[in-house]
C-alpha cells in the first residue's frame, strides 16, 4: 500500500462539542471549561477542534482565541457564516494558532433559502464565492459547508461545491443539519457529490449528521464507505435538539469493523472515557446508562448466560475490550485508612489529574464520604472530581445547611453561603426540604431564574449511596446545567443548585448583587 493510499483510507475526525455541542440547551461552557476540553481533545487525537463561533459573542471570541494559543497537535477551527465581519472576526481570534481553518456554511436548501436567507440561488453562489475567497485571506485551510444540504437540490448543491472549491476551500462539508436523510439516501448524495462535481479532487469531503431520527451515525458512516473522509461529530453525540453523530460510536466502529469499514483514525481510543467523563461533568449532562461505549452498562453483564459466557471467553459477549476505551480494572481499594498518594493514583486510572488546591478539597470530601459509606466505588470517586472541576470559579459557596422537615413541621432550611468572599446567612420556609433550601438561595443571592429542570439518581446501590442531582437555570433567554453530589440527598441538591447558579452568574458577566457585596 502507497503512503498516499493510506493517506486516503484515513478519517479525520472533527470535533464540534466546544461549538455545536454547545448549543445544547444548558450546556454552555466558561472559557476556562472550554479550554480544559479542548485540551481533552487534544490528548485524544482528534483532528480538528472546532473552538467556537467568534462573531457569537466577546466570550466565544475569546475561548477561541485562547485555546488557539494553547493547542498545537490539532487544527483549531472557527465557524463563520457567509458574511465578512463573520469571517474577519474568526480570522482574528485564530491568529495565535499553529494551524488553524476557518469554516464558512450557507444555506442551500430552498427552504432555508427563501425562508431564512430571503435570497435567490444565484445571491447564494455569488456569496459562496465571496466568502471562501474573503476566508483564504486568512488561512489556506478553509472548509465550506452548505447548510441543510441533504435537502437541497442536488445540482444547485453540486454548483456551490465547485464554486467553493474553485475559490480555495480545501474541506467541503455536507451537513445532515436537520437530521433527516436515511442511511443509504446519504450515502447516494456522497456518491452523486464525488461523480458529478469536476474539481472534487481538490478537497476532502466531510460530514456533519444530527440525530434526529436516531441516524446520525448510521449516515456517517455510510457516508464514510460512499468516500467521504472527514467526519464531523461531538464526544458523547452532545449538540442542539437530539445531539450530533456520537464521537466514540464513530471511532469505535471503524476500530471495531476494519472488515467492512477499512479505514483508520488517529484517535487514542484509550483516552475516550476520560474525555467522555469531562464533558459529562463540565456541562452537567449525565451519559445514560445504556449509552454505547461509554454509558455505565456498556461492559456490564447481569444475565447469568451472558456472565458464565464473558468468564469463558470474553469475545462471546464482548466486542471490544473496556481497555480499549480507558476502562481500566483497578487494583486500589479505597476506603477511610486510604492516603492522598492512593486516592491521587486512583483519579490518575479514572482519567483525572487535579491541581494541588482541587485535589486537597477533593481529598478532603472522599475522606467525609469514607466516615459515611463502608463501600467507596469508582463512581462515588468520579462523583466527587466531577463537583470540583468547578470549584475554582465558584463565587457562591456552601458553608453550611440544616434542614428540619417531616410530618408535623414546615420544612425550613437555615443556610450559610459564602458570596464573593462574605458569608451570608438566610433561613426559608417551603413545600419540601429542597423548595425550602432553594429559598433560602434566593435570599441570600436573589435573582429571577426559573428551574425547568430538576433530576435526582443514586451513584451506586444502597441506602448509604451517593445522590448526584441534576439542575437547569433559565434566565432572559441564558439556559445554565449544574449538578452536585453528596450522601445527603437535600445538599446534593443545594450543590447543583450553586453549580447551575455560578455558571449563570458567569454568563451575567457581572459580580453578585452590589447589596451583597457591600
Given at each position: ?39 481533552a481533545l487534544e490528548r485524544l487525537g482528534v483532528d ?118 474553485r475559490a480555495g476551500a480545501t474541506t467541503v462539508n ?168 492512593a486516592f491521587r493514583k486512583k483519579l490518575e486510572e ?169
Open positions: 500500500m502507497t503512503e498516499s493510499t493510506v493517506a486516503r483510507e484515513k478519517v479525520i475526525i472533527f470535533d464540534t462539542t466546544l461549538r455545536d455541542g454547545e448549543q445544547s440547551p444548558g450546556a454552555s461552557m466558561t472559557i476556562e471549561e472550554k479550554i480544559q476540553i479542548a485540551e480538528v477542534i472546532e473552538a467556537g463561533f467568534p462573531i457569537a459573542s466577546e466570550g466565544d471570541f475569546r475561548a477561541v482565541q485562547e485555546i488557539a494559543r494553547r493547542v498545537k497537535r490539532s487544527v483549531v477551527c472557527g465557524l463563520a457564516r457567509a458574511a465578512y465581519g463573520d469571517i474577519d472576526r474568526a480570522g482574528e481570534a485564530l491568529k495565535p494558532a499553529e494551524r488553524k481553518r476557518i469554516h464558512t456554511f450557507i444555506a442551500t436548501s430552498p427552504l432555508h433559502m427563501k425562508y431564512k436567507l430571503q435570497m435567490e440561488p444565484e445571491e447564494v453562489l455569488a456569496w459562496v464565492e465571496k466568502s471562501v475567497r474573503r476566508a483564504r485571506s486568512w488561512t489556506d485551510d478553509v472548509e465550506w459547508s452548505g447548510e441543510d444540504a441533504s435537502r437541497s437540490d442536488r445540482d444547485f448543491l453540486c454548483r456551490c461545491i465547485e464554486t467553493a472549491i455536507i451537513p445532515d443539519t436537520v437530521g433527516y436523510a436515511y442511511p443509504e439516501e446519504f450515502a447516494d448524495l456522497i456518491r452523486y457529490i464525488l461523480d458529478r462535481v469536476p474539481n472534487i479532487d481538490k478537497a476532502v469531503v466531510s460530514v456533519h449528521c444530527h440525530n434526529d431520527l436516531g441516524l446520525a451515525v448510521a449516515n456517517s458512516l455510510r457516508a464514510v464507505q460512499a468516500g467521504a473522509r472527514q467526519v464531523e461529530c461531538t464526544v458523547n453525540g452532545i449538540g442542539e435538539r437530539a445531539g450530533n453523530a456520537a464521537l466514540e460510536e464513530i471511532v469505535m466502529a471503524i476500530r471495531t469493523r476494519a472488515d467492512l469499514l477499512p479505514y483508520r483514525t488517529g484517535i487514542d481510543t484509550t483516552q475516550i472515557m476520560r474525555a467522555s467523563r469531562l464533558v459529562s461533568a463540565i456541562t452537567g449532562f449525565a451519559v445514560q446508562p445504556n449509552k454505547a461505549i461509554v454509558g455505565a452498562n456498556a461492559f456490564a453483564h447481569e444475565s447469568g448466560i451472558h456472565q458464565d459466557g464473558v468468564l469463558k471467553h470474553a469475545q462471546t459477549y464482548e466486542i471490544m475490550r473496556p481497555e480499549d476505551v480507558g476502562l481500566v480494572k483497578s487494583s486500589l481499594v479505597l476506603g477511610k485508612h486510604s492516603g492522598r498518594h479514572l482519567g483525572y489529574r487535579l491541581g494541588d488546591n482541587a485535589l486537597n478539597e477533593a481529598f478532603r470530601r472522599f475522606k467525609d464520604l469514607a466516615d459515611k459509606k463502608k463501600e467507596i466505588y469508582d463512581d462515588d470517586i468520579i462523583a466527587l472530581v466531577d463537583d470540583e472541576i468547578h470549584a475554582h470559579e465558584q463565587r457562591v459557596r456552601l458553608v453550611s445547611l440544616k434542614v428540619e422537615c417531616g410530618t408535623e413541621v414546615k420544612p425550613t432550611a437555615r443556610m450559610v453561603l459564602e458570596v464573593d468572599g462574605v458569608r451570608r446567612e438566610a433561613e426559608a420556609s417551603g413545600d419540601g426540604p429542597v423548595d425550602a433550601t432553594f429559598r433560602a438561595i434566593r435570599t441570600i443571592v436573589p435573582h429571577e431564574a426559573s428551574l425547568p429542570l430538576f433530576q435526582i439518581h443514586a451513584v451506586t446501590e444502597g441506602t448509604d449511596a451517593q445522590a448526584v442531582v441534576s439542575v437547569r437555570l433559565e434566565e432572559q433567554g441564558r439556559s445554565v446545567h449544574g449538578q452536585g453530589s453528596d450522601t445527603d440527598t437535600i445538599v446534593a441538591a443545594a450543590r447543583a443548585y450553586l453549580a447551575a447558579l455560578n455558571k449563570l452568574l458567569v454568563k451575567r458577566g457581572k459580580r453578585a448583587p452590589a447589596a451583597l457585596s457591600a
